[in-house]
């Protein structure tokens, strides 16, 4: 029997078991922004009885949201070892978010002995999901947790199929419904969201820019994945949600329907305005001759700003009274939560100055570069007693610089409006710039509002400038484990013509200007070819000769390539259903002797999901575990490379294989051939019996002088025994992890 038909009979013997289990499909995560899951309580995939106690069917009865509801009873209360001894119910689902998500479970408790249970994940006891209460004499929603301060939650470390348990805590419990979202915030209210759809998702999801994005780029290019199957797509774009959400193909009032298209990919006809908000549809579109439309969710994101808040700013002033320094004027320090409004108490909040210090008292701030100043927003000193003493400033002289030397005055005189002297004062001047460029602004006082002390004060200035240099560079700056064909890309500033892009590994070149020069008029600069285990340095200049100044210098980035290619880490593998085009099961990629047992001992993988290992693993979150039974001589599992195959490129000469046995294993000659038949064994006869994490590094030349064309490497085997004279021999388990190519290895 092959593996694929004894994982079929495995399920259908499974569900004949549990008269009220679903499908064999999980639940889809919701990708929107709450990244719901929905299930009604009665449409598990297992029901595990423990101690002659099960969850059973109660109902249909008033106030269930769905057919039924699930009720375990006779078990009495099970507080600690619940996953060995409660009752449980299982739901599988396909999550497409990770971090934290929190569970939420509509049910009805007669009293406080009945009233509780466990939630839980992979079977496995999770010590913020246990003991889940709240529920009453009528059904509700509830997520407390029984003396624990935390609401019930899972964490979830990978995208992909995992299994979430409910336990019986106290008999007599009924659930409803249970729904999962990663929003803190969200609460399930009524008959909470509709049901998770199960199986290939036929909606489109995975919208970019993500649901609910800001300050995104007005050229943007939307894009999302497609349904399963899907033969078109049809768009809706607007800036009224209503509108593209009731729109059809046939009936479209407000032109918010963009027509009907191939690619999953669309590209707004004109540019988009600033600070808008923007909302889209994608129906999925089925082929002839049915064309059933498959209506999506709502999504909505919103353009970039006009300008920004300039961050990192330096304040120096003439003088200033202890615990009222110019640093205040900058630092948000009396600013509330919001960072709109401002409180009245002057120490450590603002800046005054010193009752004798030097006239004229100025003040001046420092910006990180040259900026294209849009306007400052100005809360004046607002102290309780402002309005009796007047040290607000009043009658301002503006300057600008570029190098802090040479100073331009901005307009004329500007008079800032007087502090309140209350609480929860918001600024009330407002200072146009008009786009000048500075690096440096500052304000001389030539009075303040009351004209009695000879000192000026401030509480805080905002600044914003016009996105004029590139920004949101991609990679990251800082950022690790780049690929050597990387594309370079970047937010464009705002009267960019052309981009001049520096690359190099020498910072100093890219500083000075000195390093390679590429001019682009994409926001994009790639693919690359880049080398392995590299530090490279890259900035954007941007170009037009019609401004002043013509070029705009950017930031210095930096980001570092990988240090290896990667032949196989484990970590793509998944436990999705064979006809779901995004399977991708270990056994069927690593092909090994289930088949042919009579020649081949090796087993991948486990008989249950989780097929790959999830526990015993190097680094990520996944390794391969592979049985051997070497009493028909070896066993092996062999993996077909798509990429990479010529393990020549990169001055890669080392192939690195992480293993892990087990101290019970039989002492099988541990090996790695490639193309089928040349063969390198490891050097310790006993390797199948460390039970550690050990690296074997293999030098590319062994199987070079073995015949084999490192340009074309076709396979890679995997195996315990002697290959090409088999012996009959012992028994174990064997995890393998991190198959990388290394010029040399670590």
């Given amino acids: 029997m092959c593996k694929k038909l004894f994982c079929l009979v495995s399920v259908l013997l499974l569900f004949s078991l549990a008269a009220s289990a679903t499908s064999a499909k999980p639940l889809n995560q919701d990708?929107?922004?709450?990244?719901?899951?929905?299930?009604?309580?009665?449409?598990?995939?297992?029901?595990?009885?423990?101690?002659?106690?099960?969850?059973?069917?109660?109902?249909?009865?008033?106030?269930?949201?769905?057919?039924?509801?699930?009720?375990?009873?006779?078990?009495?209360?099970?507080?600690?070892?619940?996953?060995?001894?409660?009752?449980?119910?299982?739901?599988?689902?396909?999550?497409?978010?990770t971090g934290t998500h929190y569970v939420w479970i509509r049910g009805w408790g007669a009293g406080g002995g009945d009233d509780s249970c466990h939630a839980g994940l992979e079977g496995e006891e999770t010590p913020i999901s246990n003991r889940m209460t709240g529920w009453s004499d009528n059904y509700t929603w509830a997520n407390g947790r029984y003396e624990r301060p935390e609401p019930s939650q899972i964490d979830i470390t990978r995208t992909g199929l995992h299994v979430l348990n409910i336990w019986m805590r106290e008999d007599g419990l009924i659930i409803d419904k249970i729904v999962l979202t990663t929003n803190p915030d969200y609460t399930p209210t009524g008959d909470g969201p509709p049901e998770s759809t199960r199986g290939p998702r036929v909606t489109a999801y995975i919208p970019n820019p993500a649901d609910g994005a800001t300050d995104v780029p007005r050229d943007v290019v939307l894009s999302w994945t497609p349904g399963a199957?899907?033969?078109?797509?049809?768009?809706?774009?607007?800036?009224?949600?209503?509108?593209?959400?009731?729109?059809?193909?046939?009936?479209?009032?407000?032109?918010?329907?963009?027509?009907?298209?191939?690619?999953?990919?669309?590209?707004?006809?004109?540019?988009l305005e600033l600070s808008q908000t923007y909302y889209w549809r994608i129906d999925e579109v089925n082929a002839p001759p049915d064309n059933t439309m498959h209506k999506?969710?709502?999504?909505?994101?919103?353009t970039e700003l006009f300008a920004y808040p300039i961050e990192d700013i330096i304040a120096t002033a003439s003088s200033s009274e202890e615990g009222k320094g110019p640093e205040n004027t900058v630092n948000g320090s009396g600013l509330n939560a919001s960072g709109l409004l401002h409180g009245n108490v002057s120490i450590d909040t603002m800046w005054l100055s010193s009752r004798d210090g030097a006239q004229p008292t100025w003040i001046q701030f420092e910006f990180d570069r040259i900026y294209k100043l849009h306007e400052m927003w100005v809360w004046?000193?607002?102290?309780?007693?402002?309005?009796?003493?007047?040290?607000?400033?009043?009658?301002?002289?503006?300057?600008?610089?570029?190098?802090?030397?040479?100073?331009?005055?901005?307009?004329?005189?500007?008079?800032?409006?007087?502090?309140?002297?209350?609480?929860?004062?918001?600024?009330?001047?407002?200072?146009?710039?008009?786009?000048?460029?500075?690096?440096?602004?500052?304000l001389t006082a030539n009075s303040n509002w009351g004209g009695i002390l000879n000192q000026f004060g401030l509480s805080e200035v905002r600044f914003f400038s016009i996105p004029i240099s590139t920004r949101d560079p991609n990679p990251a700056s800082g950022a690790e484990d780049v690929g050597l064909s990387a594309?370079?890309?970047?937010?464009?500033?705002?009267?960019?013509a052309n981009h001049d892009v520096y690359l190099s590994n020498d910072w100093k070149a890219v500083v000075d200007g000195t390093a390679p020069v590429t001019t682009v008029t994409e926001t994009s600069y790639g693919p690359l070819a880049l080398d392995l285990g590299k530090t490279y340095f890259w900035r954007?200049?941007?170009?037009?000769?019609?401004?002043?100044?013509?070029?705009?210098q950017g930031e210095v980035w930096n980001f570092s390539t990988i240090k290896s290619l990667v032949v196989d880490d484990f970590e793509s593998y998944n436990d999705l259903d064979p006809t779901d085009p995004a399977s991708n099961r270990i056994f069927l990629a690593w092909v090994d002797g289930f088949d042919n047992p009579a020649i081949n001992g090796s087993v991948v993988g486990y008989a249950n999901p989780p097929f790959a290992e999830q526990t015993i693993v190097h680094s990520g979150s996944q390794s391969m575990p592979m049985s051997y039974d070497n009493a028909v001589g070896k066993s092996e599992a062999t993996f077909t490379l798509t990429s990479p195959r010529d393990w020549t490129e990169n001055g890669v000469n080392t192939l690195t294989i992480w293993f892990r046995g087990e101290a019970s294993n039989a002492a099988e000659t541990l090996y790695v051939a490639l193309n089928g038949n040349a063969v390198v064994n490891h050097d310790n006869p006993d390797a199948a019996q460390i039970n550690k994490w050990t690296q074997w590094n293999i030098d590319l030349q062994a199987f070079a002088d073995q015949g084999v064309n490192l340009a074309n490497v076709n396979t890679i085997t995997l195996g315990l025994g002697n290959k090409n004279n088999p012996v009959a021999g012992g028994s174990g388990m064997m995890y393998f992890d991190d198959i990388r190519l290394y010029p040399p290895a670590p």
């Fill in 380 to 442: 004046n000193w607002n102290d309780s007693l402002e309005q009796v003493i007047g040290l607000g400033l009043k009658d301002v002289t503006v300057e600008y610089s570029a190098d802090g030397v040479d100073f331009m005055t901005l307009g004329t005189t500007y008079e800032f409006a007087q502090g309140l002297g209350m609480v929860d004062y918001a600024h009330n001047t407002t200072v146009d710039f008009g786009g000048v460029a500075a690096k440096f602004v500052r």
């Fill in 296 to 302: 999506g969710g709502l999504w909505s994101f919103t």
């Fill in 487 to 496: 594309t370079l890309s970047w937010t464009a500033g705002r009267e960019a």
């Fill in 31 to 97: 990708p929107g922004p709450d990244g719901i899951v929905s299930v009604e309580a009665e449409h598990f995939d297992d029901n595990v009885p423990q101690g002659g106690v099960q969850w059973e069917l109660v109902g249909p009865t008033g106030g269930f949201t769905g057919a039924a509801g699930m009720q375990a009873n006779g078990g009495g209360n099970i507080d600690t070892n619940y996953a060995a001894t409660s009752p449980r119910l299982d739901y599988e689902i396909d999550f497409v978010k």
């Fill in 229 to 271: 199957n899907i033969h078109k797509h049809d768009v809706y774009f607007g800036t009224n949600p209503d509108d593209v959400n009731q729109a059809t193909a046939t009936v479209d009032p407000s032109g918010v329907y963009q027509g009907r298209i191939d690619p999953n990919v669309y590209a707004p006809a004109q540019r």
């Fill in 540 to 552: 954007v200049d941007e170009v037009n000769e019609a401004e002043t100044p013509a070029v705009w």
